[in-house]
């Protein structure tokens, strides 16, 4: 069954700081898909990220990067020099390929409170 | 490029009654999806139309339909309104090209069933 935890409830940071947000994912699927989104107070979800189960290649963009890591079944997210326009509720999402469609499973969201 | 509008973005019905949730997507996508999101359950899988059919669903009672129209254009429905049914319902847009796809999504309909 797929499943996605993301632990960390809530983090409160001071701007400037970097932050990571972690999380795991569960999935019996051999190919995969992890996304991070981002929800503003005005309720849509924002895309972030997108890394596919065969690509484990970490990258950086912007402020933004990622550890991907299938050893450990875990998909964490670091935001560099944190800002206060970051404060929202961080979603990570798995979605499978045998779902054919688009139908995202979401961990229950990390809320990041960045603090002038 | 217009984003992704939903109508209405607030709604109070009353128990029992019905409803109906208006998505309209990015022009040229033709995967439309639906979620509930509440402060219990989180984000939850209710559909995913394309070309007018729908390809994926998730565990959720009859009471929930939607459809899709020839512009991609889609509604949800949910019938004999629950209290428990309260929540934000977002919808996503998509290529629909698989599930690697990027979705976009509106800023919801906040429903409160009184």
């Known amino acids: 069954a797929q499943k996605v935890t993301q632990a960390q409830t809530e983090i409160s940071v001071v701007e400037k700081e970097d932050v990571t947000l972690d999380c795991v994912y569960e999935t019996r699927d051999t190919t995969y898909y992890l996304f991070w989104y981002k929800q503003p107070p005005s309720g849509e979800l924002v895309f972030l990220i997108r890394?596919?189960?065969?690509?484990?290649q970490n990258e950086i963009s912007g402020r933004y990067s990622w550890n991907f890591q299938k050893s450990t079944s875990s998909f964490n997210f670091t935001i560099t020099a944190s800002q206060v326009v970051d404060s929202a509720v961080y979603f990570c999402a798995l979605s499978e390929l045998g779902n054919y469609g688009q139908n995202f499973v979401f961990g229950p969201g990390t809320r990041l409170s960045v603090l002038p | 490029k217009a984003g992704v509008t939903q109508t209405p973005r607030y709604l109070i019905k009353t128990r029992g009654q019905q409803v109906t949730l208006s998505c309209s997507p990015i022009?040229?996508?033709?995967?439309v999806s639906w979620y509930q999101q509440t402060p219990g359950q989180g984000l939850q899988f209710l559909f995913e139309?394309?070309?007018?059919?729908?390809?994926n669903k998730g565990n959720f009672p009859g009471r929930f339909s939607g459809r899709q129209f020839s512009n991609s254009r889609s509604e949800m429905n949910v019938s004999t309104l629950e209290l428990g049914d309260s929540a934000l319902y977002l919808c996503?847009?998509?290529?629909?090209?698989?599930?690697?796809?990027?979705?976009?999504f509106g800023q919801g309909t906040r429903l409160t069933v009184v």
């Open positions: 022009s040229g996508h033709r995967s």
């Open positions: 139309y394309f070309s007018e059919t729908q390809r």
């Open positions: 890394r596919n189960s065969f690509d484990e």
């Open positions: 996503a847009s998509s290529l629909g090209d698989g599930p690697n796809t990027e979705a976009f």
